[in-house]
């Protein structure tokens, strides 16, 4: 089955800086989507690519996948106190259950 | 609020005994999924209905775990004779067919003793 690989484990970046998570499959990968979780919280939905090669951005964040399909890249630019959680990569599947990554922490020094 | 909700959100038990949680969907939503997370993991599938039908059940869900969603609208989760192991958050999420996006609610945060 699919599964996805995310790296890093865990981000402690000072605000304003700028924060990646890389998401990694073996696999071509019909579609990724992406989560944040809240300490506390959730996963909520941010976004879905499902082209080779595309970019979405939503405001300071900057989603992409990769041209073969394999991998996927979340980038916040300037970070904010409000950044703070586990971003989470998934990939859904053909019976439409998501195969989650393993998260990247975001901690954000004020 | 009309998002999945989930009850209760804690539940704190003794080793052996039996626990039902419940998830409410968004009301339009014929998809049903049940998902746990441990501390620092990614959640993980339990199983899914479309409609009434369990059409997928993940081989972490072992015998003492039965699902249903009898009339399609809300679900329930039993864990039967639960283990120091079952501690998680129960995650349950929702998604209306034409959707790929799945709404997920609050959780049940389980403390198996």
């Known amino acids: 089955g699919q599964q996805v690989m995310q790296i890093p484990q865990y981000q402690h970046v000072q605000e304003g800086e700028d924060f990646t998570t890389y998401c990694n499959s073996s696999?071509?990968?019909?579609?990724i989507q992406w989560y944040k979780q809240r300490p506390g919280g959730h996963p909520v939905f941010l976004i879905q690519?499902?082209?080779?090669?595309e970019v979405k951005k939503q405001k300071r964040l900057t989603f992409q996948f990769g041209e073969a399909k394999k991998n996927s890249s979340l980038h916040i630019t300037a970070t904010q106190t409000t950044d703070v959680g586990t971003y989470f990569c998934?990939?859904?599947?053909?019976?439409?259950?998501?195969?989650f990554g393993s998260g990247t922490r975001l901690l954000v020094r004020p | 609020d009309t998002g999945v909700s989930q009850n209760p959100r804690h539940k704190i038990t003794k080793r052996g005994q039996n626990v039902t949680f419940r998830c409410d969907p968004i009301?339009?939503?014929?998809?049903l999924y049940w998902y746990r997370q441990t501390l620092g993991q990614g959640p993980e599938f339990l199983t899914y209905?479309?409609?009434?039908?369990?059409?997928?059940k993940s081989r972490l869900l072992s015998d003492r775990f039965s699902a249903e969603r009898p009339k399609g609208s809300f679900s329930t989760l039993e864990i039967q004779r639960t283990e120091q192991g079952d501690s998680a958050m129960y995650l349950c999420?929702?998604?209306?067919?034409?959707?790929?996006?799945?709404?997920f609610g609050p959780g049940t945060r389980l403390t198996v003793l």
């Open positions: 999420a929702s998604s209306s067919g034409g959707q790929t996006r799945q709404f």
């Open positions: 696999t071509t990968l019909s579609n």
């Open positions: 690519l499902v082209k080779s090669g």
């Open positions: 998934a990939v859904m599947d053909s019976s439409y259950k998501l195969i």
């Open positions: 009301s339009e939503h014929n998809r």
């Open positions: 209905f479309q409609n009434e039908a369990q059409l997928e």
